[in-house]
């Protein structure tokens, strides 16, 4: 599958006015529109009277089948959550016990064992690779108003394919093009350099806070001659050779930045909450935790003072013989650059709900000549479908799913389709985003079971309230996503547990939450943790 190939240009003004419209709604009144608008089980066939020429020989019984198999293959009911909550929590044991220990999750050692305190300062940069862009980012602690700076670059798609030093040095030269425009107040110190914090959100094999080695690459990414080596040192070297003068300091993934983020903007609110969760959930997905050392048999190092560390799971590995997986999954694991592997991000992650749903629409065209008697082109693309194109098809308010016509005209080549169609391909979307956002809602729950926050308080859990901090552009711009996740949760605990448990948005810590890791752990600055 040519995993990268950059969807069609949305009209963002859709998306967000989606996003305005039920914004101040909770997520049971959101879920409660999505009940009104579901079709499910009510019948796709169009009336007598709809006139469409072009689809008259649609099989709409047929295609009334594939949505009925659909929908049964992504059921997901709450007593199968709670067996791949069971699942989940089982594998995060084995994880903890030994390298290697689960056959699913790497529950990575992170070296970071404190959260932020509020007392960094300084101009310290971020780079943040976990997709098929990076950005590069200026994030000054400590000075009232300072406004971060940052630069979003496009990764060509021969250097995700590409040899690792081709990777880094075009990393390295984009870093030093940042700087370089620069004023002399931004300069380091005599004798000291640029710290940055590098987030890497992909799997590694963490050996301290400044050094890692590359396990294997995800999300589209099959760079030749990386696996196994240190890719701060990779990144340093690169730096060195365009003669720039900054060094990694921290090394962090995605899901620990938005820690860290979190964690300080609960330090700043001073209401007791305790952030003990991030999950990312957008091209790729992950999560990382707050562990009790004493829970962590593998780490063999000094006691922390803290006596926690945070875990990152690497859970898109998740590979429960219960995951509702169709013929589509199946399909599109086949040809994808890593088969058989992060099985659970290609069920719920933004790099591959799009073509899951052109893989649905596809066999209904072929089987059910539901866009026409040929297969139109467009469909036979992987990836021309994107997760924003889903999210703004689902989302569409219209009466006549104005929005759904103009996607499937523009982006499928699919024109003139009646409003019965137009409804089945929301119907589509539906079932496929609400399976990503219980499955997601269910890791969640995994996680809380496994620290002890999956009960009231009166049960022993901490008196305090637990706070999830999320990111990723699939949870902040898919709202009907976000409240089937949270429903989820909700179902899974009861709503005294769920009561404790805030699901909160943590903007942009894969880049604010790296630089801050790199003041935190700064080699010449005095201020620290």
């Known amino acids: 599958m040519h995993a990268n190939v950059q969807p069609h240009v949305l009209d963002m003004r859709m998306i967000e006015s989606v996003n305005n419209s039920i914004r101040h709604l909770s997520p049971t009144e959101i879920r409660s529109k999505m009940k009104r608008r579901s079709l499910r089980r009510v019948s796709i066939k169009p009336s007598s009277g709809v006139a469409n020429d072009m689809h008259s020989g649609s099989d709409w019984d047929k295609a009334e089948f594939v949505l009925e198999e659909l929908r049964r293959q992504c059921d997901t009911p709450a007593d199968l959550l709670y067996r791949l909550v069971e699942d989940m929590v089982e594998e995060m044991k084995a994880g903890l016990a030994k390298e290697g220990g689960s056959k699913d999750y790497k529950m990575i050692l992170t070296y970071v064992d ?20 990076f950005r590069v980012l200026r994030v000054s602690f400590g000075q009232d108003g300072s406004t971060p700076v940052f630069q979003e670059v496009s990764i060509p798609q021969e250097i995700m394919l590409g040899q690792h030093e081709e990777l880094f040095d075009y990393i390295a030269g984009k870093l030093a093009e940042f700087v370089s425009k620069e004023d002399s107040s931004y300069h380091p110190r005599p004798g ?11 799997p590694i094999k ?11 690459w995800t999300k589209g990414f099959a760079v030749e001659g990386t696996a196994g080596k240190d890719v701060v040192q990779a990144l340093n070297e690169a730096m060195e050779r365009r003669g720039l003068d900054m060094v990694v300091t921290a090394l962090v993934n995605d899901t620990v930045g938005t820690l860290a983020v979190a964690s300080l903007a609960a330090s700043k609110a001073d209401a007791g909450d305790e952030v003990m969760i991030s999950v990312i959930l957008g091209t790729g997905t992950n999560a990382c935790y707050v562990e009790s050392i004493d ?4 780490w063999k190092g000094p006691k922390p003072s803290s006596g926690n560390m945070i875990i990152s799971m690497e859970w898109g590995g998740f590979s429960s013989s219960l995951l509702p997986r169709t013929q589509y999954d199946e399909a599109l694991d086949a040809v994808s650059v890593n088969p058989g592997e992060q099985i659970f991000e290609k069920l719920l992650s933004g790099m591959y709900l799009g073509d899951i749903v052109r893989r649905v629409l596809l066999r209904l065209a072929e089987e059910a000549a539901l866009f026409g008697p040929s297969v139109p082109p467009n469909l036979l693309i992987p990836c021309i479908l994107g997760t924003p194109h889903v999210s703004c098809m689902h989302q569409d308010k219209s009466s006549d799913l104005q929005e759904v016509g103009r996607i499937l005209s523009n982006v499928l080549g699919i024109h003139e389709t009646s409003l019965e169609l137009r409804k089945l391909v929301v119907e589509v979307c539906s079932i496929i985003a609400k399976r990503a956002a219980r499955l997601a809602g269910a890791g969640i729950v995994g996680i809380l079971r496994k620290i002890g926050r999956d009960r009231s308080k009166h049960d022993g859990s901490s008196s305090h309230r637990t706070v999830v901090a999320m990111d990723g552009g699939l949870y902040e711009h898919y709202p009907l996503f976000r409240a089937e996740m949270k429903a989820a ?12 448990v805030l699901i909160e948005l943590s903007k942009d810590g894969s880049g604010i939450g790296a630089a801050l890791l790199a003041a935190a752990h700064s080699k010449y600055s005095r201020y620290g943790w």
């Open 114 to 133: 404190k959260l932020p305190s509020g007392k960094e300062r300084g101009h310290f940069y971020a780079l943040d690779l976990g997709g098929t862009n």
């Open 295 to 298: 829970a962590i048999p593998k």
């Open 206 to 216: 963490q050996t301290s806070i400044d050094s890692g080695e590359l396990i294997k």
């Open 489 to 500: 949760v909700v179902e899974l605990l009861g709503s005294e547990v769920a009561e404790n």
């Open 192 to 202: 000291c350099k640029r710290e940055l914090g590098f987030t890497f959100s992909f």
